[in-house]
């Protein structure tokens, strides 16, 4: 722990690798700006569970998603009672683990970027004297993040801080608006100059449409038959399919190449996210928490398709809420609608304009800035913020 007064604050940031990694990259966009802000400041990004407690959540998850995702969202709508003994039971296992953290990097401030983490540095906190905050990844939260114990809950919009404070009859004044955390380079100024460039090393001419599809690396994104259905529009446009780390999806629409009628650029993991996103002109995709606050923050037309049953469905409310992306059912449904929006510029103008609203690049520095002038003050409790 750092000594008072002085000016290199330590902090823990927690998370799981869990699928689609959003979870992760709001951990990493947390520790970048954490150093942005403040250059000798200590800070570490790790898990939360062991790695064989990981391996074991990875797997039953992605297993109930992929074959019974209904499952995954009935458990999802009654989490309000059995988080109740599902948070004990995780806050109980995961103390061992907590304790070993905390003890070997002793943090003024810990940052938990996933519900998992949550319960069992809550319970810590009853022992170890630092600052809880919680920044939640999605446009909606389950009960596994909500705990009393917790002094600064960083949501994506003002609605979700009123949503939350409701359901959970907490004030509002602990929940604060700041956005949802991610890269650091979503807010760079040269993004235009670079995604131009990328556009250009992609072959495309400057005035050629792009249809950018991600999401899929899962497998929880059925990229081949969005390409199919793609392939079948009469509009002319070239299409970017992002694989992930997954090599058997990539080969698999690299060999699809062939058999379409229009360009087909395939990528396979991508470090540069903010300039692809930014290079195209309309992007097919799951709606992420993650991956909407990206959307938002560059002000895209986006097309939402195959939602998880539970934070995503939730994420596709509050979508349709503020308009600021077309959701839509199948395949069929997502390239009609890609046709309309490269057809209509008022309608994709729009839809951009409503994205634009939500978006919050500096998220991540902003948790950053208030975490770090709360320990500098020695206070624990957040003004209220929801404007």
């Known amino acids: 722990m750092s000594e008072p007064g002085t000016l290199r604050p330590n902090i823990l940031i927690v998370t799981e690798a869990t699928l689609g990694m959003g979870h992760t990259r709001a951990a990493e966009a947390l520790r970048d700006a954490f150093l942005t802000e403040a250059p000798d400041a200590v800070v570490r990004v790790t898990t939360a569970l062991v790695p064989q407690a990981e391996a074991l959540f990875n797997r039953l998850y992605g297993q109930t998603l992929a074959r019974m995702p209904h499952l995954w969202g009935a458990a999802y709508a009654s989490e309000r009672w059995t988080s109740i003994l599902a948070k004990r039971a995780f806050g109980v296992s995961g103390l061992s683990r907590a304790k070993e953290l905390f003890d070997a990097f002793r943090p003024d401030v810990v940052v938990s970027t996933h519900a998992l983490s949550v319960p069992p540095f809550a319970r810590l906190k009853r022992r170890r004297p630092f600052t809880l905050a919680v920044a939640i990844t999605d446009f909606d939260a389950n009960g596994f993040w909500i705990n009393r114990r917790v002094d600064h809950y960083f949501v994506a919009h003002p609605d979700v801080a009123r949503t939350l404070a409701a359901r959970y009859r907490l004030d509002v004044g602990r929940f604060q608006a700041t956005g949802i955390p991610i890269d650091p380079r979503f807010a760079d100024p040269t993004l235009p100059e670079r995604a131009r460039a990328l556009r250009a090393a992609l072959g495309l001419g400057p005035a050629e449409p792009l249809v950018l599809l991600m999401g899929g690396g899962e497998g929880l994104l059925d990229m081949p038959t969005v390409l199919q259905a793609l392939d079948r529009r009469p509009e002319p446009f070239a299409v970017a399919a992002v694989a992930g780390r997954n090599g058997a999806l990539r080969e698999t629409l690299e060999n699809l190449r ?3 009628s229009r360009r087909l650029i395939v990528a ?32 895209k037309a986006a097309v939402l398709l195959q939602p998880i049953p539970g934070q995503e469905t939730r994420n596709v409310h509050f979508v349709e809420r503020h ?6 059912d199948d395949a069929e449904e997502a390239a009609r609608t890609v ?19 939500l978006g919050r690049p500096e998220a991540a520095r902003t948790i950053a800035r208030t975490l770090l002038e709360t320990l500098a003050n020695g206070a624990r409790t957040p003004e209220a913020v929801v404007r």
């Open 258 to 260: 062939s058999r379409l």
């Open 339 to 357: 046709g309309a929006l490269l057809g209509d510029p008022d309608r994709r103008a729009a839809l951009e304009a409503a994205a634009r609203r």
């Open 323 to 328: 308009g600021a992306a077309t959701v839509v």
């Open 268 to 299: 396979g993991w991508i470090t540069e996210t903010a300039t692809w996103l930014s290079a195209a002109d309309v992007v097919v995709t799951k709606p992420g928490g993650l991956t909407l606050s990206e959307l938002f923050a560059l002000g």
